[in-house]
């Protein structure tokens, strides 16, 4: 049977260890997505399914796609979407569809009530807020609903609908 003293000293001896253990062991304090190629996924969706998807084009110097995908999506809709972080930390992500349901489109603008329509680029898009972003949507007359959404501001928006035009199929 130790002593209280025996015990402290080796609490002491263990704590001393830990605390040097967690000074030499670096932290991360920041974590930031991969790049991904979202062109290259656009170009595959277009090629296999002969939608017209489209593509913010160019894509401003310092922006990186962090996620890009063709996939089912609610109410198992196929669907091609990516998201982009700017250098300021906005984030920017496209949704489309073709035959997009009710559920979809509630899906894709975070459940957000329309809150009126704008004309950017020709199109008249629905505008929908909600508590963390800025949405707007648009269906065009072949049936593709566009969802583009942003933390920045409204104009972030108008200037990043510009940018999308069809993207060109995979080679």
Same mark, same amino acid.
């Not at 603008?109 to 898009?125: C, E």
């Not at 929908?128 to 972003?133: E, G, H, L, N, T």
């Given at each position: 049977m130790g002593s209280l003293a025996n015990m402290g000293r080796s609490l002491f001896v263990i704590l001393v260890l830990v605390g040097g253990l967690v000074a030499i062991v670096p932290r991360v304090?920041?974590?930031r997505q991969p790049a991904v190629d979202a062109a290259a996924v656009v170009g595959y969706a277009v090629k296999s399914t002969g939608t017209p998807f489209w593509f913010p084009s160019p894509v401003p110097d310092g922006w990186v796609a962090t996620n890009a995908r063709y996939a089912g999506s609610t109410d198992s809709v196929p669907t091609w979407q990516a998201g982009w972080t700017t250098p300021d930390d906005r984030y920017f992500s496209l949704a489309q569809a073709k035959d997009?349901?009710?559920?979809w489109? #509630?899906? #894709?603008?975070?459940?957000?009530?329309?809150?009126?329509?704008?004309?950017? #680029?020709?199109?008249?898009?629905t505008t929908?807020?909600?508590?963390?972003?800025q949405a707007i949507m648009s269906s065009a007359s072949d049936g593709l609903t566009t969802v583009v959404a942003t933390t920045g501001s409204m104009e972030d928006?108008?200037?990043f609908v510009t940018r999308l035009g069809p993207a060109q199929p995979s080679g």
């Open positions: 304090s920041e974590v997009a349901t009710s559920g489109l #509630a899906s #894709a603008t975070n459940k957000a009530k329309a809150t009126g329509s704008t004309q950017i #680029a020709g199109r008249t898009w929908y807020v909600d508590d963390r972003k928006l108008s200037g």
